[in-house]
C-alpha cells in the first residue's frame, strides 16, 4: 500500500525526495540550473566542450548540422555576437575564455590545416598562433588573464603540452 | 615537461597546470605549479582511473575532474586547502563526458549525452563549496583584470 501511495506521487516531487535521501546519507548533492539549462537545451541542437570564464560559458553548439563557437553570457542567458570568428568553411575542435570573456583561445580544422588561433571579442580580430615547435594542436586552456595558454599537441607520435605566453 | 600529457587545464590566475599523464598505463590527473616546476600533492587521485577533463578553480583550490568507480564515470572536486574530496552523482545515473569548474568554483558546467546528442547542464556549487578565490581577493583581481 505505502509503495503504493509513492508512485502515485507527483513527477515533480520525485527528484526533491531524491535530492533529500541522498544527503541524508551524506553525500552532497549538485543543484541544476533549470533555467539556465532550459535555454541551453532549447537553443542548440547539441553542445559539448564547455569552458567557464567568470560570467561567460563558451562551447561548441551545433545549429542545423553546423557546429560553431558560441560565447554564453550568464547574466543574459543569451549568446554574444562573436564577429569573424565562426567561419563556414572550418570546424572547431576546442574552446577557451579568458575570465572576463575578452579572449576566446581555439582550435579549428580548415581544410587540411589545424589552426591555432586567438579571438580578440572587442577588436573582432583572429589572430594566429604559433607552435615553437611542429605539431598538431588539439585541446586548449587559457588562464584568466588570457595571457597564459597551455595547448595539448601532437608531435612526433605523442602528446605534448607547450605553454605559450600571449602579450597583454 | 614528460612523456605523454594530455588534457590541460590551467588556474584561473595562470599559476597551476594539471594534465592527464600516464602512469602505469593509467590515465591519471597530475598538478603542476609552474613557478617552480614541482608536482604537487593531491589526496584523491592516486585511483580510480582513468581520470579525464580536470579543471581548476581559480587559485588551484579546487581540482575537478570525471573520474571511474566500478562500471560508472563520476565527477569529483578535491579541496586541495582542506583536503576534502567531493564525489558529485549527476542524477538520474548519467556520465559525465567533459566539464568545467567556474573560475570561483560556484558553478560546474557538464558534457552529458541526451537522446543521442551532446548536452551542457550547469550545476550549482554555492552549496557545496566555498568560493575561489575569497570575495575581498576576488575584488582584487577584478580591479587588475582587463576590462570587460
Redesign the interface.
Known amino acids: 500500500m505505502k509503495d503504493l501511495q509513492l508512485l502515485s506521487l507527483p513527477t515533480g516531487l520525485m527528484?526533491l525526495l531524491?535530492c533529500f535521501g541522498?544527503a541524508a546519507c551524506g553525500?552532497?548533492?549538485?543543484?541544476?540550473?533549470q533555467d539556465?539549462?532550459s535555454s541551453?537545451?532549447q537553443s542548440a541542437?547539441?553542445?559539448?566542450?564547455?569552458?567557464?570564464?567568470?560570467r561567460w560559458?563558451a562551447?561548441l553548439s551545433?545549429y542545423q548540422g553546423r557546429e560553431k563557437i558560441e560565447l554564453l553570457d550568464l547574466r543574459s542567458r543569451r549568446p554574444v555576437p562573436l564577429p569573424g570568428l565562426n567561419r563556414p568553411d572550418s570546424h572547431p575542435i576546442s574552446v577557451s575564455v579568458?575570465?572576463?570573456?575578452?579572449r576566446l583561445a581555439l582550435v579549428r580544422q580548415r581544410g587540411d590545416q589545424t589552426e591555432l588561433l586567438l579571438y580578440q571579442r572587442s577588436l573582432g580580430t583572429v589572430q594566429r598562433l604559433e607552435l615553437s615547435a611542429k605539431g598538431i594542436p588539439r585541446?586548449?586552456?587559457?588562464?584568466?588573464?588570457?595571457?597564459?595558454l597551455?595547448?595539448?599537441v601532437s608531435r612526433d607520435g605523442?602528446?605534448?603540452?607547450d605553454?605559450i605566453r600571449l602579450s597583454? | 615537461?614528460q612523456?605523454?600529457?594530455?588534457?590541460?587545464?590551467?588556474?584561473?590566475?595562470?599559476k597551476m597546470?594539471a594534465?592527464i599523464v600516464d602512469q602505469r598505463g593509467r590515465p591519471t590527473v597530475q598538478l603542476r605549479d609552474?613557478q617552480n616546476g614541482k608536482i604537487l600533492p593531491l589526496r584523491h587521485f592516486s585511483r580510480h582511473q582513468p581520470h579525464s577533463s580536470p579543471s581548476l578553480s581559480?587559485n588551484g583550490r579546487y581540482l575537478a575532474a570525471i573520474t571511474q568507480r566500478g562500471d560508472r564515470r563520476l565527477t569529483i572536486i578535491e579541496d586541495r586547502l582542506t583536503g576534502r574530496v567531493?564525489?558529485?552523482?549527476?542524477?538520474g545515473g548519467r556520465a559525465p563526458?567533459?566539464?568545467?569548474?567556474?573560475?570561483?568554483a560556484r558553478?560546474?558546467?557538464?558534457?552529458v549525452a541526451?537522446q543521442g546528442?551532446?548536452?551542457?547542464?550547469?550545476?550549482?556549487?554555492s552549496?557545496?563549496l566555498e568560493p575561489d578565490p575569497s570575495s575581498r581577493l576576488r575584488r582584487s583581481?577584478s580591479s587588475t583584470?582587463?576590462?570587460?
Open positions: 527528484p531524491l541522498l553525500r552532497e548533492v549538485m543543484r541544476p540550473m539556465l539549462n541551453l537545451l541542437s547539441s553542445r559539448r566542450e564547455p569552458a567557464f570564464g567568470r560559458l562551447s551545433n579568458s575570465a572576463n570573456g575578452e585541446k586548449v586552456s587559457l588562464d584568466g588573464f588570457g595571457r597564459l597551455a595547448v595539448q605523442r602528446w605534448d603540452v605553454l597583454s | 615537461m612523456r605523454s600529457q594530455q588534457d590541460p587545464a590551467l588556474s584561473g590566475n595562470g597546470l594534465v609552474l581559480w567531493h564525489p558529485l552523482p549527476l542524477p563526458v567533459r566539464l568545467s569548474l567556474a573560475p570561483d558553478q560546474l558546467a557538464l558534457q541526451y546528442h551532446w548536452r551542457i547542464e550547469v550545476f550549482d556549487l552549496q557545496i583581481i583584470e582587463m576590462g570587460s
